[in-house]
Nanobody
């Protein structure tokens, strides 16, 4: 019911910058939380940053002061501005969305919250 399109990954040198974007589309009532997670080889998927519909943000300690998450509610699009990139930022970055969607199994319809993930975009920080 929600499709996520990520873009902006690539190869960058240490100290450089990249901007990731994620656009949500499909059939949903609202987009509640948007966020980015990342997974490095051999490691678990970890939170990078989230932003809710009111604009409140949350960051992993490892990216505070370097990354900035933002969203355009009118376009259902989220951005992650990544500055001062380090080699340890190398990972696949996944867009995450919590959306309120609707199902109408019978005579009535029911709304519920569900989680959706993008396909991931590779960010490589290397000299």
């Amino acid at each position: 019911q929600v499709q996520l399109a990520e873009s902006g990954g690539g190869l960058v040198q240490p100290g450089g910058s990249l901007t990731l974007s994620c656009a949500a589309s499909g059939n949903f009532h609202s987009i509640n939380v948007m966020g980015w997670y990342r997974q490095a080889p051999g490691k678990e998927r970890d939170l990078v940053a989230t932003v809710n519909s009111g604009g409140s943000t949350n960051y992993a300690d490892s990216v505070k002061g370097r990354f900035t998450i933002s969203r355009d509610n009118a376009e259902n699009t989220m951005y992650l501005q990544m500055n001062s990139l380090k080699t340890e930022d190398t990972a696949v970055y996944y867009c995450y969305v919590e959306a309120t969607v609707q199902t109408c199994p019978g005579a009535g319809c029911v709304e519920y919250d569900d989680d959706y993930w993008g396909q991931g975009t590779q960010v490589t920080v290397s000299s």
